[in-house]
């Protein structure tokens, strides 16, 4: 952990609850008669980008935001979708594990979808979206959008071959928990933490926080002093109308590097689709770019950034019971999903090795 997260600690131990969290994670067995093979072949990124499904899309958040994923206030539906994110992972022939998570008096589940690499050498990719919702809200954008777009590149990605090993994670409990205030973002930071804990990084944290909602000219708002902190963005943001659509994407750190490769992914693969690129240092821990499971990545080292509509600096249905998947631009999310393709499968085909080959499989 470098000099700006040891300052930073503090400030997010107040804000979130940063404390000892118990993990464990073990491997979910397939499914009596084995699981599902998936032919592998060297990657097309043009054809990976265009297989993206936006009808799976649509049908993915339909599933996920029928109800509220609060693990307290409505267990089996938050159950229901563990089960069926299991169920997609396996679909696509990815090994599974189930990490459990204990915080105090409240617990959880992380669900990982594992695909080697042929090199074992090179740290692993981690691309990951929480799936629990705030109590009162199905959640369609919040986060019902990002795990759509996870599940989906888990699927375009699994025939392809890669170098890097890359590893999907569904978190769980980002969420503020109850009593109000406790604690958030306990699924990433267990994940984070154990990972640390047993000497393994990962090379790249992609994170998607709510991916799926547009709006017209004027929409767009940015957090107070965005426009002096972040002149080039703001300068982005102005030239664009204001207009509520396309993405944020949010690099802290050593995960400024990440916007980057977003940027020019974005420019190649994915045009017709707005990126606001926030390059945040270290020393700078302002709240608002701190508020999904970025935060727990960068507070252990690695580099990772959030691709974000921005929530409810734009999203007026934000933490609301009207948070329904009627709500989202299904188009904006295909193109979020794509740019995540390509930049997944662009940065695990190279890259030059490491010294911690243990990094071939998340922390146990």
Known sequence: MGRGPRRVMPFLAAVWGYRKIVTETRE?????GGGVSVPVSAPDIGALVESVDEAGLRATVG???SASRHSASNPSHHAAVGAGIIDAFRAAGLGVLEQTFAYGHLGGRNIIGTKPGTRPDLRPLLVCAHYDSVES??????????VAALLECARVLAGAELRR???FAALDMEEIQAPPGEAGLLGSAAMARAARREGRRYAAVYNLEMVGYSAGA???????????LFPDAYRRVRALGFRGQGLGVIGIGKGRALNRRLARSADTRVRGLDVVSVEVPSWLPIPDLLRSDHASF????????TLTDTGNFRNPH??????????????MLRQATQLLVATVAEHAMGGKAQTDPATQSPSR
């Open 137 to 146: 809200s199905p959640g369609a954008d919040d986060n019902a959008s990002g």
């Open 28 to 32: 979910i067995p397939a499914a009596p």
């Open 165 to 167: 090993a890359v590893h």
């Open 63 to 65: 599933r996920i935001a």
């Open 318 to 331: 934000y933490h609301r019971p009207t948070d329904t998947p009627d709500t989202l631009d299904y188009r």
């Open 298 to 305: 960068w507070l252990t080292g690695m580099p990772a950034v």
């Open 218 to 228: 004027g929409t767009q708002r940015l957090p107070p002093g965005f426009r002096l």
